[in-house]
């Protein structure tokens, strides 16, 4: 255990140290934070705290992944060290890039047997262009076939190939476990503590500048108290602020607000926040008192409103059609249904989540929703459903430009750790996406396979690689660059089986046909028209009648029949759905349902649809485009 910090005489003016902690996703950032919270005696001796005490939101739970950055802080012999934990999915990347601005230096984790990953060079990039020094973790040295040494030269290269500076090059390693709760210079000789790992944020970590001046704060997160109002989150970047002074926001275009009061002040403290009546250059503290502001305005003194250069954050590469629930069952289960909710309600999570863009569609039930990536659009669209929303929303669809006459489209590295056995049937899978086969790397019996595909090949391309190698296999993914059109690209090779009519699912009519196909739903299911009820064993849709009864005649009574074998129905999760569905699809969001369903609902409108597609030369199926 890390022996007791002394007690600091004052909370306010500690000496400080602001450090993120950045890498690939699942390399074990939660997990380290934990044990720093630990060591550090944050919590009572004889409470129960859970693992992964940061990962609070229940879709994060669920999950098991970070989504949102966090801080809280710990003492270490009277130095305040604020940490920023980040979530490694390339999907939240947005948040990584946003929080960065916060820190005088970077953890970086590295997993000791994955090595540097694709979002391990993301981070890096990032924090090597903000300036910001970083102290390399090799973590899960614990595993069996883990290789730090090689992993350290990996990383080595890494900053190389990224242009690091010689001072940068010149980053501390510390080898460990997290899930152990160690740190050491060296993998062979364990430390028992933490401890190395803290003194060396404390050297070489620098601390924050002490800038004189005007007092100037960047917003990088809000937050929200039902007695306060709205919170600016920021770090203090030049001068002092008491509460009582007066403060304007500055937007990036110069112009600046009615000056407001200060209302509280608060720092990070453990997990929690703690009032407090002044704030120095280089903390990390929310501000109450001021209304409308918005991420990346800067709060200045009344007197010399000043604003900081504005956040840049990565564009988004995807974008979904949100549209109002105008299925047979609207409003059954859910409290906000109107055009009205879903705007404000899309509106109020752009001032938060930096990388996501509403933008108003040719009608006016629906918005077009842009983001990073599925999983970015899926936990917003999760998160919706379980506030009460309904509404529906189209296939993925990526963002193309176009440049001196070219159409271009994103394309991201992709990468597919497999076993060698299984690594020719990935390939080819890949190759069906138009994704092309960069490098190979042996490790161990596993083979490292880097493609550059483009973004719209990589939706559904996670499940069907999954499904080809029974679940043995590591994905990850990033963008990279834009590059030229490639053409169409067939993604669902199946179609779908339709509700023909609405009405309960009996066990009688999907007995009859099992044979077609999966199904997504069980007898007693209620269904409506139009509702895509299975995928089809083989190309092209097909309509069926899953609400068939038997007819009952006097010989024979309901009660006599045989029972019926039915093979389970198919749960697919949200992304799933948003991945399966094709261009004339949707999927219907409720809090207690996800239904997909035809974007037309009656086999004549469908029809129409199909005739006015040909007759304006458009492609029809199920590619995307
Ligand atoms: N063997 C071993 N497993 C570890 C270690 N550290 C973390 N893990 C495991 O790795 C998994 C991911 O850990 P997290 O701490 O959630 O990883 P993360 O980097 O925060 O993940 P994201 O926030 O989603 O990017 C969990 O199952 C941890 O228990 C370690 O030192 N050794
Ligand atoms: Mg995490």
Known sequence: ?????????????????????????????????????????????????????????????????????????????????????????????????????????????????????????????????????????????????????????????????????????????????????????????????????????????????????????????????????????????????????????VRSNGSASLPAVVRNLYTFEGLDRQSVNTVFCGDLCAVSGMDDFEIGDTLAEAMSPEALPPLVIEQPTISMLFTVNNSPFCGRDGRFLTSRHLRERLEKETEKNLALRVQPSETPDAFVVHGRGVLHLSVLIETMRREGYEFQVAQPQVLTRMHDGLLLEPAEEFIAQVPAEHSGKVIDMVAVRKGELQAVDARGNRQLLRFLVPSRGLIGLRNQLLMATGGDCVLSHRFLRYVPWKGPLQSRMTGVLIAKESGRVTAYALEHLQDRGAFFVEPGDEVYEGQIVGEHIRAGDLLVNVVKTKKLNNMRASGSEEPVRLSSKKQMSLEECLEFIAEDELVEITPSHIRLRKKFLTAQERERQLKNLQASGKPIGSSYS
Request: glycine share 6%; with cysteine.
């Open 1 to 249: 255990m890390v022996t007791p910090p002394p007690r600091p005489t004052s909370l306010d003016f500690a000496p400080i140290r602001n450090v993120a902690i950045i890498a690939h996703v699942d390399h074990g950032k939660t997990t380290l934070v934990d044990a720093i919270l630990r060591q550090c005696h944050l919590f009572r001796s004889n409470q129960q705290v859970p693992d992964l005490i940061l990962d609070n939101n229940p879709l994060e739970r669920e999950r098991g992944i970070t989504i949102l950055a966090k801080n809280v802080s710990v003492r270490y012999h009277g130095i305040k060290i604020n940490i920023i934990d980040t979530p490694g999915h390339a999907d939240f990347s947005g948040e990584v890039e946003r929080v960065l601005h916060m820190a005088d230096g970077t953890l970086l984790l590295v997993d000791a047997t994955e090595g540097p990953m694709p979002q391990t060079r993301f981070v890096l990039q990032k924090a090597l262009e903000q300036n910001k020094h970083a102290i390399v973790v090799i973590n899960k040295v614990d595993k069996a076939d883990s290789q730090p040494d090689w992993v350290h030269e990996q990383v080595f290269d890494l900053f190389c190939q990224l242009g690091a500076s010689e001072e940068q090059l010149n980053f501390p390693v510390l080898f460990g476990s997290a899930r152990q709760g160690w740190m050491s210079a060296d993998w062979k000789k364990p430390a028992p503590n933490l401890v190395p790992l803290l003194e060396t944020i404390v050297h070489h970590i620098p601390p924050p500048e002490n800038k004189k001046g005007g007092f100037q704060l960047q917003i990088t997160n809000i937050d929200y108290s039902p007695y306060e109002g709205r919170l600016a989150i920021g770090r203090v970047s030049r001068g002092s602020l008491q509460t009582g002074m007066q403060l304007c926001v």
